[in-house]
């Protein structure tokens, strides 16, 4: 009875939000390019309310302001800190590679932030539609040393010229359900980096609304969006293993991320 229960509630959910709930932005965006697309959070990344008439804006506030996501944000804010750090501490240019980044917001944020000649930026991702997004985004802001590239985040290929300083990996651990996949992408990105370089990378340690998210949204493949929650010192272990020297991790403010730096 229980599963009957669930199962119609889910089902009732998810006629709303295909509904009523299209009105949102960014409920439409999700539909479209998938709840944990590059797109997505891009619009999560803006923090601005849009949809159709009044309605439209409430729903998309209500979507925007949901735990979920306020964490995301926070994730940003303390992933940009860290790598602010990073930046600061090192001489002359430095290269920093985003192997999923979407539009790259956060990124174009940063560019932005340092001084012209210190920072060197490749977002990639595999899907087209966030790169062609960050693009347009860096043209309409006048950016230089930023550039967009197709590219897998589990396959990496060495990017041309020089090794990257810095390797980012935001968002993506927590949508891989097998360990063993996070495993060998750290060790991976660890054969990538310059001799000196770090790699940093999130890490969803808990969330209340998995249940949710699982039973009402898709992912960008259209099926449900299941994610995995991993322990921070298990992510840590990862990185020792690979390699790195030192690891150490920070968490954001809501709570439900951590943000770990591993440095060669």
Same mark, same amino acid.
């Given at each position: 009875?229980?599963? /009957?229960?669930?199962?119609?509630?889910?089902?009732?959910?998810?006629?709303?939000?295909?509904?009523?709930?299209?009105?949102? *932005?960014?409920?439409?965006?999700?539909?479209?390019?998938?709840?944990?697309?590059? !797109?997505?959070?891009?619009?999560?990344?803006?923090?601005?309310?849009?949809? /159709?008439?009044?309605?439209?804006? !409430?729903?998309?506030?209500?979507?925007?302001?949901?735990?979920?996501?306020?964490?995301? *944000?926070?994730?940003?804010?303390?992933?940009?800190?860290?790598?602010?750090? @990073?930046?600061?501490?090192? @001489?002359? @240019?430095?290269?920093?590679?985003?192997?999923?980044?979407?539009?790259?917001?956060?990124?174009?944020? +940063?560019?932005?932030?340092?001084?012209?000649?210190?920072?060197? /930026?490749?977002?990639?991702?595999?899907?087209?539609?966030?790169? *062609?997004?960050?693009?347009?985004?860096?043209?309409?802001?006048?950016?230089?040393?930023?550039?967009?590239? !197709?590219?897998?985040?589990?396959?990496? !290929?060495?990017?041309?010229?020089?090794?990257?300083?810095?390797?980012?990996?935001?968002?993506?651990?927590?949508?891989?359900?097998?360990?063993?996949?996070?495993?060998?992408?750290?060790?991976?990105?660890?054969? +990538?980096?310059?001799?000196?370089?770090?790699?940093?990378?999130?890490?969803?340690?808990?969330?209340?609304?998995?249940?949710?998210?699982?039973?009402?949204?898709?992912?960008?493949?259209?099926?449900?969006?299941?994610?995995?929650?991993? %322990?921070?010192?298990?992510?840590? %272990?990862?990185?020792?293993?690979?390699?790195?020297?030192?690891?150490?991790?920070?968490?954001?403010?809501?709570?439900?991320?951590?943000?770990?730096?591993?440095?060669?």
């Amino acid at each position: 009875m229980k599963r /009957v229960w669930t199962t119609l509630k889910w089902t009732a959910a998810r006629a709303v939000l295909r509904t009523v709930g299209r009105a949102s *932005r960014g409920i439409r965006i999700g539909y479209r390019f998938g709840f944990d697309s590059g !797109v997505m959070l891009d619009h999560v990344y803006e923090n601005r309310a849009r949809g /159709v008439l009044g309605v439209g804006r !409430v729903i998309d506030r209500v979507f925007l302001d949901a735990v979920g996501w306020r964490a995301v *944000r926070a994730r940003r804010e303390l992933l940009s800190r860290v790598l602010r750090e @990073e930046i600061a501490r090192r @001489e002359g @240019e430095v290269f920093l590679l985003d192997v999923a980044a979407g539009p790259g917001r956060y990124l174009q944020d +940063l560019v932005e932030q340092t001084p012209p000649g210190r920072l060197r /930026v490749l977002c990639r991702d595999l899907a087209p539609a966030g790169l *062609r997004k960050g693009e347009a985004m860096a043209r309409e802001r006048g950016l230089a040393g930023i550039t967009y590239q !197709v590219g897998d985040a589990l396959v990496p !290929v060495p990017p041309e010229g020089r090794a990257p300083d810095v390797i980012v990996v935001s968002g993506l651990y927590e949508l891989l359900l097998d360990d063993a996949e996070v495993r060998q992408s750290i060790e991976r990105l660890r054969g +990538l980096l310059a001799e000196d370089g770090v790699l940093v990378f999130t890490t969803q340690t808990r969330h209340p609304q998995l249940e949710l998210i699982a039973g009402v949204l898709t992912d960008r493949d259209g099926e449900p969006w299941i994610m995995k929650c991993r %322990d921070m010192g298990q992510a840590e %272990d990862w990185a020792a293993r690979a390699g790195f020297k030192e690891v150490s991790s920070r968490r954001e403010r809501v709570g439900l991320f951590t943000v770990t730096l591993c440095r060669a």
